[in-house]
Nanobody, 120 residues
Framework: QVQLVESGGGLVQAGGSLRLSCAAS????????MGWFRQPPGKEREFVAA????????YYANSLKGRFTISRDNAKNTVYLQMNSLKPEDTAIYYC?????????????WGQGTQVTVSS
């Protein structure tokens, strides 16, 4: 089992920045590619970004390229999501996920999520 705990969410004004963290435990972190997803109020969960086990490869939802950056620190068993120029439509619960496959269609492990609210 892999346990994932997100942190760093909160309330921010439009145009501001936040950095989300996701701490992993339970299995060898470098065995897993990681992803970030989000679920806006009243909508389905959607893909945000993914990163390979070694951080060399990254992939983003087209609409978020240039504003969001995914990274990982394997020494700290942590993946990050840097979010800049935030907009009210970025308001959502943000989840991290882990899978042995990079850009997996279905991720095996999920965190509980962290709320991000962007005020206008």
């Amino acid at each position: 089992q892999v346990q994932l705990v997100e942190s760093g969410g909160g309330l921010v004004q439009a145009g501001g920045s936040l950095r989300l963290s996701c701490a992993a435990s339970g299995r060898t972190f470098t065995n897993y590619a990681m992803g970030w997803f989000r679920q806006p109020p009243g909508k389905e969960r959607e893909f945000v970004a993914a990163i390979s086990w070694n951080g060399v490869s990254t992939y983003y939802a087209n609409s978020l390229k240039g504003r969001f950056t995914i990274s990982r620190d394997n020494a700290k068993n942590t993946v990050y999501l840097q979010m800049n120029s935030l907009k009210p439509e970025d308001t959502a619960i943000y989840y991290c996920a882990a899978d042995t496959e990079y850009r997996a269609r279905v991720y095996d492990y999920w965190g509980q999520g962290t709320q991000v609210t962007v005020s206008s």
